[in-house]
């Protein structure tokens, strides 16, 4: 035969023509393997079987370990021939034509297949014991093979005589021209599909899910549309470890074009051997899918399986379950599917993984691999931000950006873009890859969610109007409408509609939105039932955490979300809104103080003379709350919107409690002139000789702390007025005799006083007054040098509030860490900081007031350790802590601390910098410069550092500067 030429016309290696050959009789010898390993399914003879299984075998020796396999073509042939008789001729065969001439050609062939198997598993073993990596079977061998082959085919003929079955002759004459008529199941090798180009942040979880595969396990990708499920299983079939295993037995069946409502078990069938590449006839698709499936390991993906777990659920389609069962029971095989129902085929050992979205770098280098029209350094804040929105959702971001691309939006247009339309912008074409809307419609016609009728919408609307999602504890208290609430959830969650987190059945972002532009609105009973729930929660919530708290703690999220939605959506109910608004804001100051929402819905309320009082409680209750969290400046904006609107309603009691306590929020930052002319201006004006004679009490109080600080007045007019009323009594006389102190009043006087009003406190169990009375003390004994007596009284202070006001205890540990470092135990000292923050984290992370006090604390141990360094850093960061909080007074403190350093350094420019800028700070707040730390002893720096007081009396090396 002529050689096959080249393009170029040169002839082929013929390494190359040898390649070719094999590739021909490889693809033979598996076609012909998978037809005779279903045709033995089928016989209903032991022996037929047994001998169809030896030909079998002896071929995959041929397949896997002959190296001349070309030689063998003829030997193929003829095995495809008897599998051919073997079926014919048993098919209706009794046991008496057994016994006779058919039975004895049938042991007669078992001889011969046994003969030539066990000749080629020896030269397997050969091969084996050699180390080779393939062996010759002589060519003689195989033509004697080939012959006594055709003697035990014409011993068949006796079969047509018995009339057994037909055809057989024909069959026989057949064999003589080496001619083979196929009708196994047809084979053509099916490619798997590549990996996806842009599989981002999937690396740990493919590795993870190859290893699973590749160590024999079955494995269903559970996740809502679009999450990436499918990309998963093209990259895991891509996988270096997979390819080794299974080689071109991994398949890729697709069912996402086909629909619930259509599809039967025989299309299921199809599609499934279509995509192994065979062709199934007649009856036992099943059977032959299994036999083919027998010849050798393989990998099936079957993809977007919800299509037929959902339809298998009708009666029609009950084989479906099964028959995956009976594939994944083969030996070798392994399955992998992938679905948005939890539905699966049962009977079959799954480990289940729902697939997580994007980190957020993987969403954002998904997003900029598509988006070009900006840089991503320019786009990335921007865009960071819409991709937390999403959830960083798969599908979402690609369609979104696909849509910015093609459209040439700049990252602004595609912020206004969103903001304006939300989901709509993610419908960027047809099907479900292409079209937010096209893949929520695939899981909301699911059998499963279309037998929920209207309460799956009405229960999927509700989760995704509250942003935490449903409390699943709660579901049946808050939707007592819906008694099936708990099965109906659970087939959301089945559908991954929605997924549980933490105790809630929630929503994904593009669901959510998707949910709120696309379905209907929550339906108004079950937003009733909720907001009935929620206002009788927060009603009956007291300072102990009881059962009510812990919902609030919860919920709180999901009760903001029902008050400002009430708030701005139902003023006929606006009362009942209104006292849950203030009780809420409450319970999060005693339960969980955090910044809120509610502020602009609060500020939105229309001031009609019923609801003067009433948003003016929503407005206190919200001042309380931004005071707790150290917010003061917005503390303040909210007491003072809240007095006006009480004077209006003519309530001025209300209206001085808001101004009594805005001007000690002015008195905390330092800012004493504001506050006392803020309660002078009170004292004058209309509204005084209206309050009750112990807010007037409270407001001499807090003026005389004003004028304490800024040294207005002596020592001996100091918190007279206040001292009447019973309730600022004791407390107006701790703080008269530690004003006398401050103002330089005898030492040995005051302490005697304070010990006696402490143990009028202690008989009477006021443990605020007590920690003042102690504190005062502890102040005397620190600055007479008695500084393990002022120890004493702080950790005293420590031991009353412990276990019951924890940031009390921080404070006066802190404190007392301070007073330490002043008696040279500055190890110590630091490790008490340490300590008392750990357990208090909420104080130090969220209460500005907190964390100045231990940033300050920090500073001043640290310069009295001599680790200028250290406390630089320290009085550096408390001054961009008090720029944000308007707090003066520590900020003075600190910029006295760096001008000391300074100094320390030599640096007496710099100094006198910090210095001067000390004393406007000091003018600022009222307070004369000399007497900066006069009134906060515990917050004075150790005596060495001299810079502050030579700068106050001009004197040398300062003088020369200034």
């Known amino acids: 035969m002529p050689s096959k030429k080249s393009k170029n016309g040169s002839k082929q290696p013929a390494h190359e023509t040898e390649e070719s050959q094999d590739d021909t009789v490889n693809q033979l010898l598996g076609d012909t393997i998978?037809?005779?390993?279903?045709?033995?399914?089928?016989?209903?003879?032991?022996?037929?079987?047994?001998?169809?299984?030896?030909?079998?075998?002896?071929?995959?020796?041929?397949?896997?370990?002959?190296?001349?396999?070309?030689?063998?073509?003829?030997?193929?042939?003829?095995?495809?021939?008897?599998?051919?008789?073997?079926?014919?001729?048993?098919?209706?065969?009794?046991?008496?034509?057994?016994?006779?001439?058919?039975?004895?050609?049938l042991s007669e062939l078992n001889i011969s297949v046994n003969r030539m198997n066990s000749a080629a598993a020896s030269k397997k073993e050969q091969r084996l014991w050699q180390r080779l990596f393939s062996v010759r079977i002589d060519r003689d061998q195989i033509a004697g093979w080939e012959k006594d082959l055709d003697r035990v085919i014409a011993l068949f003929n006796f079969e047509a005589i018995a009339g057994i079955a037909v055809g057989v002759k024909k069959l026989v004459l057949e064999s003589k021209g080496n001619v083979a008529i196929n009708h196994a199941p047809k084979y053509r090798p099916i490619e798997p599909p590549s990996r996806p180009a842009m599989l981002y942040g999937r690396d740990d979880l493919v590795a993870e899910l190859t290893n699973l595969v590749v160590n024999d396990e079955h494995i269903t990708l559970i996740g809502p549309g679009g999450m990436g499920k499918s990309s998963l299983a093209k990259a895991i079939l891509n996988e270096p470890l997979v390819m080794e295993k299974f080689a071109d037995r991994r398949f890729f069946v697709a069912y996402d074009d086909l629909d619930h409502s259509t599809i039967t078990f025989e299309t299921f069938m199809t599609r499934f051997a279509g995509a192994l590449g065979i062709e199934i006839a007649g009856a036992h698709p099943v059977r032959q899918i299994s036999t083919f499936l027998r010849s050798a390991s393989a990998l099936v993906v079957l993809d977007n399986a919800e299509t037929f777990e959902e339809a298998s659920a009708s009666s029609a389609l009950g084989d479906i379950p099964p028959a995956i069962a009976e594939m994944a029971n083969i030996p070798g095989v392994i399955l992998i599917l992938t679905s948005r129902s939890r539905r699966n085929a049962p009977n079959v050992q799954?480990?289940?993984?729902?697939?997580?979205?994007?980190?957020?770098?993987?969403?954002?280098?998904?997003?900029?691999?598509?988006?070009?029209?900006?840089?991503?350094?320019?786009?990335?804040?921007?865009?960071?931000?819409?991709?937390?929105?999403?959830?960083c959702h798969p599908l979402s971001i690609n369609i979104l950006a696909n849509a910015a691309q093609q459209n040439a939006w700049s990252p602004t247009t595609l912020l206004k873009r969103w903001n304006d339309r939300h989901s709509k912008v993610l419908d960027g074409g047809k099907g479900k890859l292409q079209s937010l809307s096209d893949t929520m419609q695939l899981s909301l016609?699911?059998?499963?969610?279309?037998?929920?009728?209207?309460?799956?919408?009405?229960?999927?609307?509700?989760?995704?109007?509250?942003?935490?999602?449903?409390?699943?504890?709660?579901?049946?208290?808050?939707?007592?409408?819906?008694?099936?609430?708990?099965?109906?959830?659970?087939?959301?969650?089945?559908?991954?509609?929605?997924?549980?987190?933490?105790?809630?059945?929630?929503?994904?972002?593009?669901?959510?939105?998707?949910?709120?532009?696309?379905?209907?609105?929550?339906?108004?009973?079950?937003?009733?039932?909720?907001?009935?729930?929620?206002?009788?929660?927060?009603?009956?919530?007291?300072?102990?955490?009881?059962?009510?708290?812990?919902?609030?703690?919860?919920?709180?999220?999901?009760?903001?979300?029902?008050?400002?939605?009430?708030?701005?959506?139902?003023?006929?109910?606006?009362?009942?809104?209104?006292?849950?608004?203030?009780n809420f804001l409450w319970c999060l100051q005693w339960h969980l103080p955090r910044p809120t929402t509610l502020t602009l819905a609060i500020s939105n309320i229309v001031e009609s003379p019923s609801m003067w009082t009433l948003k003016a409680r929503c407005l206190s209750s919200l001042a309380r709350l931004y005071n707790t969290l150290s917010q003061l400046v917005e503390a303040s904006q909210a007491f003072q919107a809240a007095e006006a609107l009480y004077l209006t309603a003519g309530d001025p009691e209300s209206m001085g409690d808001c101004l009594l306590t805005r001007a000690d929020l002015l008195r905390?930052?330092?800012?004493?002139?504001?506050?006392?002319?803020?309660?002078?201006?009170?004292?004058?004006?209309?509204?005084?000789?209206?309050?009750?004679?112990?807010?007037?009490?409270?407001?001499?109080?807090?003026?005389?702390?004003?004028?304490?600080?800024?040294?207005?007045?002596?020592?001996?007019?100091?918190?007279?007025?206040?001292?009447?009323?019973?309730?600022?009594?004791?407390?107006?006389?701790?703080?008269?005799?530690?004003?006398?102190?401050?103002?330089?009043?005898?030492?040995?006087?005051?302490?005697?006083?304070?010990?006696?009003?402490?143990?009028?406190?202690?008989?009477?169990?006021d443990v605020f007054d007590c920690k003042r009375a102690l504190e005062g003390l502890a102040e005397v004994a620190f600055c007479e040098g008695r500084l393990s007596d002022a120890t004493d009284n702080l950790q005293m202070i420590v031991r009353i509030y412990e276990g019951q006001h924890s940031q009390d205890v921080f404070w006066y540990t802190v404190r007392k860490a301070v007073v330490m470092s002043k008696q040279g135990n500055y190890d110590p000292a630091r490790e008490l900081i340490h300590e008392a923050s750990g357990p208090f984290q909420f104080f130090a992370l969220r209460n500005a007031r907190a964390f100045l006090h231990r940033s300050y604390s920090s500073a001043c141990i640290e310069l009295a350790a001599g680790r200028c360094d250290r406390a630089e850093s320290y009085f550096t960061a408390t001054i961009e802590a008090c720029n944000m909080q308007g707090d003066l007074m520590r900020k003075a403190f600190s910029t006295r601390g760096l001008g000391e350093v300074a100094f320390t350094h030599g640096n007496f420019a710099l100094a006198a910098e910090r210095f001067e800028e000390t004393r406007s700070l000091c003018a600022e707040m009222g307070v004369p410069p000399q007497h900066l730390y006069s009134c906060m002893p515990l917050d004075t720096l150790p005596d060495k550092f001299e810079g502050w007081a030579l700068f106050l009396k001009g004197q040398s090396p300062l003088a020369d500067v200034t």
């Not at 109080?701 to 009323?725: C, G, H, N, Q």
């Not at 008269?736 to 009477?764: K, M, P």
């Open 445 to 582: 016609s699911s059998p499963s969610v279309q037998n929920l009728g209207e309460d799956g919408c009405r229960v999927l609307a509700i989760i995704a109007f509250l942003p935490q999602g449903l409390n699943e504890n709660l579901a049946s208290d808050l939707l007592p409408s819906l008694p099936q609430v708990d099965a109906i959830c659970d087939v959301l969650c089945m559908q991954s509609l929605v997924y549980r987190q933490d105790n809630f059945l929630k929503v994904l972002a593009p669901i959510r939105h998707y949910v709120q532009d696309s379905l209907q609105a929550p339906d108004s009973t079950c937003l009733q039932e909720i907001r009935a729930f929620y206002y009788r929660t927060v009603g009956s919530c007291l300072e102990e955490r009881d059962q009510y708290a812990e919902i609030i703690i919860s919920d709180h999220l999901n009760i903001e979300q029902v008050v400002a939605f009430n708030l701005a959506n139902n003023p006929n109910d606006a009362k009942e809104t209104y006292f849950a608004c203030w």
């Open 350 to 391: 799954w480990i289940t993984k729902d697939i997580p979205p994007l980190d957020l770098n993987s969403a954002q280098a998904v997003f900029f691999r598509i988006y070009h029209r900006a840089s991503r350094s320019e786009a990335e804040e921007n865009i960071k931000d819409l991709l937390k929105e999403l959830d």
């Open 34 to 105: 998978v037809a005779i390993n279903f045709t033995r399914d089928l016989l209903p003879n032991d022996l037929a079987k047994g001998v169809l299984g030896t030909v079998a075998n002896l071929l995959m020796i041929v397949q896997s370990v002959i190296k001349n396999k070309s030689d063998f073509v003829a030997i193929v042939k003829k095995c495809e021939i008897i599998r051919k008789i073997l079926e014919r001729a048993t098919k209706d065969a009794t046991e008496d034509n057994l016994q006779g001439s058919l039975g004895d050609a």
């Open 668 to 765: 905390a930052q330092g800012r004493f002139i504001e506050s006392q002319n803020l309660l002078e201006d009170l004292q004058h004006s209309d509204s005084w000789e209206s309050l009750s004679e112990t807010t007037k009490a409270r407001a001499w109080f807090f003026l005389d702390i004003a004028r304490m600080y800024t040294f207005t007045a002596s020592a001996d007019e100091l918190f007279v007025k206040s001292v009447e009323p019973f309730h600022w009594g004791l407390l107006s006389k701790i703080w008269h005799w530690r004003a006398e102190f401050y103002y330089g009043g005898d030492a040995v006087q005051v302490n005697t006083h304070l010990e006696n009003l402490f143990i009028q406190c202690t008989s009477i169990g």
